[in-house]
């Protein structure tokens, strides 16, 4: 057993046991395997043991892993969640099948109009700046309405739900509350657009707390792959 196989298992005993003391099913949580800067080895030892959902930050390197991977993996969903610039939309467009980090609707208007129509439309999630934040990306709470009907108009895009990366904190209580606010949110959105089903939130230092909030889908990067090795950012290295 591979070293990325018995943390994979590792991260979904702790997803499990999450679950079952909020009274959730397992499997109604997702694991995103955030694969930035790590080379395609790790991820084909990630994709034997069972992995189907990586996120990539970076446009070009999660472009070219793609090119290289799907032909082999078709079945393989990729999601960007990094910051999205206007001049890089049309490579998501093209190549993603999700985006996490959607908070304005210019941005939202090239993914669609760049989306080519021989794929499915690109699943988006708003980006939430639940913890008001001035460094972090994401509209404010209040103008989430707004934004989501206008997404939702799109043809091109699949309005999912929402994503947010809370401020990091110390106590369990404190991570729960903002969650909570969160989960809130989303729980919102779903009343008037009841196809998005996914609340992307939770990465490794708060997922219990997000699990017990309600989070559909969890990012974990380093607990799979190690830290972050800044040789590896070439996704052709294969060390």
Not at 59 to 86: A, C, M, T
Request: hydrophobic share 45%; proline share 6%.
């Amino acid at each position: 057993m591979t070293v990325i196989e018995q943390n994979l298992q590792q991260i979904r005993r702790q997803i499990a046991a999450a679950a079952e003391q909020c009274g959730r099913d397992p499997h109604d949580i997702s694991l995103l395997a955030v694969s930035k800067t790590k080379p395609v080895s790790l991820i084909e030892e990630a994709i034997a043991a069972g992995q189907r959902r990586f996120g990539e930050n970076y446009v070009q390197e999660g472009v070219d892993k793609i090119s290289l991977l799907r032909p082999r993996y078709p079945d393989l969903e990729w999601h960007f969640i990094g910051p999205l610039q206007s001049n890089k939309t049309r490579q998501v467009a093209a190549h993603f099948d999700w985006c996490h980090t959607v908070d304005r609707l210019r941005i939202a208007r090239r993914l669609n109009d760049q989306r080519p129509d021989a794929v499915p439309p690109l699943n988006v999630l708003i980006q939430v700046n639940i913890s008001e934040e001035a460094s972090k990306s994401g509209i404010m709470v209040a103008e989430l309405p707004g934004l989501a009907a206008e997404i939702a108009a799109l043809p091109r895009l699949r309005l999912r739900g929402v994503m947010a990366i809370p401020a990091p904190e110390a106590s369990y209580a404190r991570q729960l509350a903002v969650c909570q606010q969160m989960a809130a949110a989303f729980h919102h959105l779903q009343a008037v657009h009841p196809e998005a089903d996914t609340l992307s939130l939770g990465m490794s230092d708060d997922m219990r707390a997000a699990i017990a909030a309600g989070s559909t889908l969890v990012r974990i990067g380093t607990a799979i792959f190690g830290a972050r090795d800044a040789g590896a950012a070439n996704p052709n290295n294969p060390h």
